[in-house]
Every structure is written in structure tokens, then in C-alpha cells.
């Protein structure tokens, strides 16, 4: 179940930078919260952290923007 999560979490970072500020906030709270919580999996985890890290990178120069 690990290894479909993770691929779940790559689908879904590449549309993390066209999602509106509010659906990153609630992807953010809810699923990679969540995620974070109740995981186990250090690859799961691992996974999260990558997504975050290439978030912030992304948007280093303009925290708030939005790409809608």
C-alpha cells in the first residue's frame, strides 16, 4: 500500500503548482497532515518531505503566489 500512496503523492505534486492557494492549503492540512500523523513508512514520509521541500522551493521568490 506504501508503494501506491507514494505514486498517488507524485501524481499529485505535479499539479500542486496550478492548484489555487486555498486547495494547496487544504491538500496541505488535510492529506499530507494526515499522512504525516498516521504513517509509519519512512518512504511515505520521505515522499511528503520531497513534495514540501519542491513546494517551497518553487514559490522561494513569492511565497503567497498563486499559479491559477
Known amino acids: 500500500t506504501s508503494e501506491l500512496v507514494m505514486l498517488s503523492l507524485d501524481l499529485v505534486k505535479e499539479r ?3 492548484m489555487n492557494m486555498e486547495m494547496r ?5 488535510v492529506i ?3 499522512l504525516i500523523e498516521k504513517s ?3 518512504k ?5 518531505v520531497k513534495i514540501v ?6 514559490n522561494s ?5 498563486t499559479n491559477q
Open 16 to 18: 500542486l503548482s496550478v
Open 25 to 29: 492549503k487544504n491538500f496541505i492540512q
Open 32 to 34: 499530507l497532515t494526515s
Open 40 to 42: 509509519p513508512d519512512p
Open 44 to 48: 511515505i514520509l520521505r515522499a511528503v
Open 53 to 58: 521541500e519542491e513546494w517551497v522551493k518553487n
Open 61 to 65: 521568490g513569492n511565497p503567497m503566489a
